[in-house]
């Protein structure tokens, strides 16, 4: 709230930005360039250093990107030349330990719908670069790395940030894009709801010896969902879920006992496999912001929800959040309306927190769905996978979910 005891926050407007944004992740970035095509200024405050972000080597993280996020970088000029992998095929299956090569569920094919590949694997690394090359040759964004942000300020008149080294930036609208934890959302007031799931994803990649030929692999092991995701050349992101004990036992130990644990889980149709980056651990856990806005101030991404990565979805959810608010300040902009003003925020509200709220439910319905090893639920899950995989109506209808085109499209991710 504002201090009576302080000017007006917005004390010279020539030297105040339109957006600030705090953090310098992906979301962050992306929304200050998508905010940019609009006329609107940013200012983005990450508290790491640039070096750090834009480290060229390869630590084995990935995304899985939709083609409606495909859409979106390519509207912003992000995509051209940007290494990226195909996915043409997802096969899903109720897969036990040893049998990743037996399918026995659902496959997806992208020859099913008109727009191409459902999605494509792009290495966090070449995607952070070419995130943060771009913004820095935008004139509109101001980049501020190593700002910790310690207090913030809203009010009717605008926003404000204090940095640690006593810094004050002012703005119109306070972005958190900081991630699960947002300090942002935390100084707002803003509460959360979630919980945790008892597992931890194990994440590395992988070389093959044989090609994946673009097919992703979702398989439903009793301990947690294993995904193999095709990277470029013969080499594949996995994502591991174990319960929390055995999965810190496993990181635990060298790179070839870690391969002789997953191998099994794997199995071998694709050959032999080998550690290609760093592996790293996350705990799972369910987070959803109650609010998306408080005055003057909307959050993005992690910030505003965190989800089981089971379908892939995370940063694909905060990328529709990115080109959703982007979508409701440049038309709001050029309607001559205050972008952060109540009204205007709350369009963004009503546009995402259902949509995440419905994706935080099915995943954490899938994950306690298939994260055991019940008979009886085993077979029920196996014959609700059949029925959909026999009706062609349904399936191209989970592919088109799966690629984003479902649902109402901000302007940056529409053909």
């Not at 930036?169 to 007031?189: C, V």
Request: hydrophobic share 40%; aromatic share 6%.
């Amino acid at each position: 709230m504002d201090n009576p005891g302080r000017p007006p926050i917005l004390r010279d407007m020539e030297n105040a930005t339109d957006l600030i944004i705090v953090g310098g992740g992906l979301n962050g970035c992306a929304l200050a360039l998508a905010a940019a095509r609009s006329g609107l200024r940013s200012t983005v405050l990450d508290a790491l250093p640039t070096d750090t972000r834009a480290a060229p080597g390869f630590d084995g993280r990935s995304y899985a990107l939709a083609l409606a996020s495909v859409r979106m970088l390519q509207a912003l000029d992000l995509w051209e030349g940007l290494p990226a992998q195909p996915m043409n095929e997802i096969k899903v299956s109720d897969g036990r330990v040893g049998d990743a090569e037996v399918f026995l569920g659902l496959h997806f094919d992208s020859d099913e719908i008109e727009e191409g590949p459902m999605g494509h694997m792009v290495e966090d690394r070449h995607l952070r670069q070419r995130l943060l090359q771009t913004m820095e040759a935008e004139p509109l964004i101001t980049h501020m790395p190593e700002s910790r942000v310690v207090a913030q300020q809203t009010g009717p008149s605008g926003a404000s940030v204090t940095l640690e080294d006593g810094q004050e930036i002012t703005g119109k609208l306070l972005i958190g894009a900081d991630g699960r934890q947002s300090g942002t959302a935390q100084r707002a007031g803003i509460q959360r709801t979630g919980w945790g799931y008892g597992q931890r994803a194990l994440v590395c990649a992988i070389a093959h010896e044989k090609p994946h030929n673009g097919v992703a692999h979702q398989l439903f092991l009793p301990p947690g969902p294993l995904a193999i995701l095709p990277l470029t050349e013969n080499r594949s992101s996995i994502v591991w879920s174990e319960a929390e004990g055995r999965a810190q036992e496993i990181n635990a130990l060298s790179d070839e006992d870690y391969l002789t644990v997953l191998r099994p889980r794997f199995g071998d149709f694709l050959g032999e496999i080998s550690l290609a980056g760093a592996r790293y651990i996350y705990p799972l856990n369910l987070t959803l912001a109650n609010a998306f806005v408080a005055e003057r101030l909307a959050l993005v991404g992690d910030a505003a929800h965190g989800v089981h990565p089971i379908a892939g979805q995370g940063l694909n959810a905060g990328l529709r959040d990115v080109a959703a608010l982007a979508h409701v300040l440049a038309h709001a902009r050029r309607r001559g309306e205050d972008i952060a003003s109540p009204q205007v925020l709350e369009r963004y509200q009503r546009w995402r927190r259902f949509d995440t709220a419905t994706l935080a439910a099915a995943t954490d319905l899938f994950n306690r769905l298939f994260s055991n090893d019940s008979g009886l639920l085993r077979l029920g899950r196996d014959i609700g996978m059949a029925l959909v995989n026999a009706a062609p109506g349904l399936r191209r209808r989970f592919i088109r979910e799966a690629a984003g085109l479902t649902g109402d499209l901000p302007d940056l991710m529409r053909a």
